[in-house]
């Protein structure tokens, strides 16, 4: 009994794209007989129909529609099997996929591919940067194979995704020259309704945090006057230069604008009266901390390569 191969996967994933016989064949190189032959041998061997012939056009079947969803899984696997294969001569090949929220990739990330790069130079690393949530659904659908993230994994991914801690940041409140707030030393929590503000799209780390702490503050972020939706921080820095807006941004972001005087951050008191044991509570700073995290497939194969990557990240600042 023959058996089906790669070649004829792929044959047959082309055809199920283009639903065409001979485009198929011009994709991939190859005759036109031979990839009519390909799909014959398939259909023959297993006694189904991959395809309806209609004249000059074909429709793909319910049998083909099958082998549609599960040939991607297949070649997949092979292609991991075959990256595990050639690592084993000593790291010298080979490519890392990552996906990095924005902050972390363009702030954080850079020394530690550094790093890796230089021991390990002929290691490719492919990294795309995203907010949050889409590199939380890259890495589970096997598009990275290591995600870094600010906020945290939704709850819809924790089963699919492992998650670890790899370091923080602060995010802080800046406004710009141009804002009352930028000669004030502290402002009251209750002041925040009282500014137009510049947020980050709906997905983002940032937004995210910022969301979180308004609402452990007794604010509705919803109740906040948004001006703006930005996505990206570099924009919100550039705008916040030249208006009286407010934004939550990370401190790694904003550490040039804040030496050099265009951007301040602003201290929040908390001025919330609150009775405890007979005593009121006293004003004090809030902070939002935010953790980095690691997340990777629980289930997908983990490369060498990957493994050793990680390792690096794993050492906290």
């Known amino acids: 009994m023959a058996q089906m191969t790669l070649d004829q996967l792929r044959v047959f994933l082309a055809v199920a794209e283009h639903l065409h016989f001979t485009r198929a064949a011009d994709t991939l190189y190859v005759t036109q007989p031979a990839v009519s032959a390909a799909i014959q041998n398939l259909e023959i061997e297993y006694g189904v129909k991959l395809f309806h012939r209609l004249g000059r056009h074909i429709e793909i079947t319910e049998a083909g529609r099958l082998l ?55 290691i490719n690393i492919n990294c795309t940067l995203a907010n949050s949530e889409e590199i939380s659904l890259g890495t589970a659908n096997g598009k990275f194979d290591l995600g870094l993230i600010e906020g945290e994994v939704k709850s819809g991914f924790n089963d699919i995704l492992h998650q670890e801690e790899i ?65 990206t921080g570099e924009m919100i820095k550039a705008i916040l230069e030249q208006t009286q807006c407010a934004a939550g ?69």
């Open 167 to 231: 370091g923080s940041d602060r995010l802080l409140i800046i406004v710009g020259k141009q804002h009352p707030w930028f000669e004030k030393e502290k402002i009251k929590l209750s002041e925040l309704n009282h500014t137009d503000w510049i947020m980050r799209e709906s997905g983002s780390g940032t937004q995210q945090r910022l969301e979180e702490a308004l609402m452990n503050w007794e604010i509705n972020p919803k109740q906040l006057k948004t001006t703006l939706i930005l996505n």
């Open 68 to 122: 549609q969803v599960e040939a991607p899984k297949i070649l997949d696997q092979v292609a991991l099997t075959e990256r595990a294969l050639k690592e084993l001569n000593n790291l010298q090949r080979g490519e890392l996929k990552i996906g990095s929220s924005l902050t972390i990739g363009n702030y954080w990330l850079p020394e530690k591919i550094s790093q890796f790069q230089r021991t390990y130079p002929q």
């Open 249 to 317: 941004i990370s401190e790694l972001m904003v550490k040039k604008e804040i030496k050099l005087g265009t951007l301040k951050p602003v201290k929040i008191i908390d001025d919330r009266t609150v009775m405890l044991n007979n005593y009121q509570r006293n004003s004090k700073k809030l902070e939002m901390i935010r953790p980095f995290l690691k997340i990777k497939h629980r289930e997908r194969f983990q490369t060498k390569i990957a493994q050793v990557f990680e390792k690096i990240l794993s050492f906290m600042e």
